[in-house]
């Protein structure tokens, strides 16, 4: 597992592995930006697992690092014009878990990308209820 996931992450400058316990892998990057590139395009799976990824402090001790979260980037599709706005983004974040970020960097305005923190041991399931009156 170490061994597809070093070069799934593909580190520039390297990393190092230790297994912790099962289940729990500490990767240590020897570059802050090849960390950045791992977190910023997480989530990652591995044989078809969610791999839940915590930043680890130097202080901080591996096996008490919270990996209950997971970011999951959401497009979302036909909203009427009316609704695409920043307040609807949050809204439909704050639905799917805990809503982080917007990208409204107006590559696409008409499919907003943002990132929503999902509780990962839940399914996310989303009705059209969910926004009746907004």
């Known amino acids: 597992m170490r061994s597809t996931l070093e070069d799934a992450f ?19 990057f020897r570059h802050y930006l090849d960390r950045k590139r791992v ?5 990652w799976a591995y044989e078809k697992n969610l791999l839940v990824l915590g930043m680890v402090n130097d202080d901080e001790n591996p096996r008490h690092v919270n990996l209950d979260w997971c ?14 706005h920043k ?9 799917l878990g805990h809503f982080k970020d ?8 008409f499919a ?3 990132r929503a923190l999902h509780y990962a041991s839940e399914s996310v399931c989303i009705s059209r209820s969910h926004f009746e009156g907004f």
């Open 102 to 109: 917007v990208d409204m960097d107006g590559s696409d305005r």
């Open 39 to 43: 977190f910023d395009t997480a989530p």
């Open 87 to 95: 307040d609807m983004d949050i809204f439909v974040g704050n639905q």
């Open 112 to 114: 907003p990308d943002f």
């Open 71 to 84: 970011d999951f980037h959401v497009l979302v599709h036909d909203l009427p014009i009316g609704k695409m």
């Open 10 to 28: 593909n580190p520039i400058w390297g990393m190092e592995t230790k297994l912790i316990e099962d289940n729990r892998i500490l990767f240590r």
